[in-house]
């Protein structure tokens, strides 16, 4: 009992301890003179910004009580546009020049854990926000005492500026990890640039709003908003430890458990809200959003290695009944494939449940009923056929990398799961093009084998088509993988120090 009472404690002061990249980063921050340069000039501006604004308000002799709330207006535009663009890309430059092969100590000869260096990161560049809120929180409070803006007025301003920029810092942290070249790095600071521009001015422009007529968001912003907002914070951190985590390390686990978790609350969520309104709205969009999860998850769990490191080998654990749940969670194509197969079985069991329960519902509502069931029928076959292309054309692809390039990286089953489709609309119809035969309703009439070709017809007998052809190619696709699918679960087992195999 002690031995375990001393590894909680251990385990709860190293969490409590102050992180060591914290230390790390805000000593370089500093002693940067780039960063006390931005600081200085940024109060600079404020400075300069007051007395601007004073000595305009200074030759009008009559009396002015909005003069604090043009000052408030300026000041935050400022704070916005400084916070908002330097620190996101100070603190994502800085973590991508440490992810080149040549700054890698960081990263692999520490012994802090992958989350503690992504955490370390992101508390840092919440520390720069804060610097900047301090230093600009004496123009504000004098903006105050000239009069024009409430206290309540400015405090829901920049908790909004503070949040978003937190969001920003760690979209630039996820951004810095992603597996590319420098260059490409570059490009996308410049598009982050611009990104961050434009939501410098949108912000600027809903503060003013607020601080000028206190116009509070509404409260489906906040109903809606909240929850998008911590998902997303949460899916950004989780996706940048998994990227500076080393490959030997089972990377899959924590972003599967994460979707996993999401995908399961949202879809209560959405039962308990259609439920309780009456409304289809809710379950479509858990539905919409259940099949851009599985179609982004099979793109990516395709070009997974089969191969598992010893590292991850030594996780699996030995009794059967526990290793085949967590063959979910491992990395592996096969067991991304498995993960994702429940996940599109669970959903289309329940958008098949809710497609019932609208059926009896219309028949019992005689007015509307029939477009009520129409609309339905025809969303869940778009539903339907698009999940099964999605699964064609990825096995397919994963047969023929599998097959025919097997000493090639296996994210080329990736990339024909994106050629596949694109050559499958682009081919028949260029040559149509070339012909003078392409027209609209060439377009709109039955193109099977094209996913495209399913929101552009309108015809109810060419969806059906759709459907049956886009299944039978997902079961014989499915068909051809099953060998190899078979040999990777019969593999999956734990590693052992002798030369025998852990008996299945």
């Not at 509070?216 to 908003?225: D, K, N, Q, R, S």
């Not at 289809?280 to 982004?296: K, N, Q, R, T």
Request: aromatic share 14%; proline share 5%; net charge positive.
């Amino acid at each position: 009992m002690s031995g375990r009472w001393r590894r909680w404690s251990g385990a709860v002061r190293s969490h409590l301890d102050l992180n060591p990249v914290v230390v790390k980063e805000l000593r370089q921050a500093v002693r940067s003179w780039f960063v006390t340069g931005v600081l200085l000039l940024f109060l600079a501006v404020l400075l300069l910004s007051m007395f601007g604004i004073l000595a305009a308000r200074s030759t009008n002799y009559t009396p002015d009580q909005g003069v604090g709330l043009d000052v408030f207006v300026v000041l935050v535009s400022i704070l916005t546009a400084a916070s908002l663009i330097f620190i996101p890309l100070y603190t994502g430059a800085r973590l991508a020049l440490e992810r080149q092969e040549v700054n890698l100590d960081l990263l692999y000869i520490t012994t802090l854990s992958p989350g503690r260096i992504i955490r370390g990161k992101l508390f840092c560049g919440i520390y720069l926000v804060l610097l900047f809120f301090s230093a600009c929180l004496p123009f504000i409070v004098l903006s105050n005492m000239l009069r024009g803006v409430d206290l309540p007025a400015i405090s829901l301003v920049l908790f909004l500026v503070f949040v978003v920029v937190c969001g920003a810092v760690q979209i630039a942290i996820f951004l810095a990890c992603l597996p590319v070249s420098m260059p490409f790095k570059c490009v996308l600071g410049i598009a982050s640039t611009g990104g961050l521009v434009s939501l410098t001015v949108g912000l600027s422009a809903m503060a003013q709003q607020v601080a000028r007529y206190f116009i509070l968001p509404p409260v489906e912003f906040w109903y809606y908003g909240t929850p998008f907002y911590l998902l997303a914070f949460g899916w950004f951190y989780v996706c940048s430890v998994a990227l500076i985590s080393p490959k030997s390390m089972n990377r899959a686990m924590p972003l599967r458990i994460y979707l996993t978790s999401v995908w399961l609350v949202c879809g209560a969520m959405a039962v308990y809200a259609t439920v309780k309104y009456t409304q289809l709205e809710p379950m479509i969009a858990w539905l919409v959003g259940s099949l851009i999860l599985i179609i982004s998850a099979l793109i990516v769990v395709v070009g997974n290695s089969d191969q598992l490191s010893v590292r991850v080998r030594r996780q699996i654990p030995g009794p059967l009944w526990k290793r085949i749940p967590a063959l979910f969670f491992f990395n592996g194509a096969a067991q991304g494939l498995a993960w994702t197969l429940a996940i599109t079985v669970l959903t289309g069991l329940s958008g098949w449940g809710v497609w019932m329960a609208n059926e009896a519902w219309s028949l019992s509502t005689p007015a509307g009923s029939s477009y009520r069931r129409s609309v339905s029928s025809e969303f869940f076959q778009v539903m339907g056929v698009w999940c099964c292309y999605a699964y064609a054309y990825v096995l397919t692809g994963l047969f023929v990398q599998r097959s025919f390039f097997p000493r090639h990286n296996p994210a080329v089953a990736s990339v024909l799961a994106f050629v596949i489709p694109a050559a499958w609309a682009i081919l028949p119809n260029f040559a149509l093009f070339l012909l003078d035969r392409l027209t609209w309703n060439v377009m709109e009439t039955r193109q099977l084998g094209n996913v495209f070709n399913v929101m552009l017809t309108r015809d109810a007998d060419t969806r059906v088509a759709h459907l049956w052809f886009s299944a039978s190619w997902t079961l014989l696709a499915l068909a051809v993988n099953v060998p190899w699918f078979v040999r990777q679960v019969k593999e999956f087992r734990p590693w052992a120090k002798s030369l025998k195999e852990v008996p299945s």
